[in-house]
């Protein structure tokens, strides 16, 4: 495969998983609502904040993965927000389409992570931001 097919590939993995995660925190906030989201979280037994955080997490990680602004480390601290997901989902079988939905689905998405976080921004990325470069390993900022 040549670098050029390889990095749209990458490409198309992390604007995939970024737009899935606007997508879901597009979800909590203007279907769920909020509130309800906490909700959700509680009854899970999880602290409020959890649903904040998930809700925060996939707003800027979604935009930075559409982006590309240091897409490795943001699949990478996307990883619990999705593991999270697939346990939350877990008791209700292996089917999205179950009621509640079931874990494949996210387990999906914990695969594109850390695809993206193995391949890195591919085309048609900001990739850096030059305030930031001085806090993130270069490892993880390409």
């Keep these: 495969m040549n670098t050029s097919s390889s990095d749209h590939g990458a490409f198309l ?8 995660l606007l997508a879901h925190a597009a979800l909590k906030i203007f ?5 309800g989201t906490v909700g959700f979280f509680e009854s899970l037994g999880l602290p409020a904040i959890f649903a904040y955080l998930t809700i925060l997490g996939e707003v800027a990680g979604g935009t930075a ?4 602004i240091y897409p ?3 699949a990478l ?7 999270g997901a697939a346990w ?8 999205f389409s179950n009621e509640g939905g079931g874990w494949e689905f996210p387990v999906l998405l914990i695969v594109l992570a850390v695809i993206v976080a193995i391949q890195g921004a591919g085309s048609f990325a900001i990739r ?5 470069d001085r806090l993130i390993p270069a ?3 390409a």
């Excluded at 601290?77 to 593991?83: A, G, Q, R, T």
Aim: glycine share 10%; aromatic share 4%.
């Design 31 to 35: 279907v769920f609502t909020i509130p």
């Design 65 to 68: 993965l559409m982006l590309g």
């Design 139 to 141: 490892s993880l900022s």
């Design 88 to 95: 939350a989902h877990l008791g209700n079988g292996w089917l």
């Design 77 to 83: 601290l996307s990883l619990p927000i999705l593991v």
């Design 128 to 132: 850096r931001v030059p305030i930031i």
């Design 13 to 20: 993995t992390r604007i995939t998983l970024g737009s899935i």
């Design 72 to 74: 490795r480390l943001v």
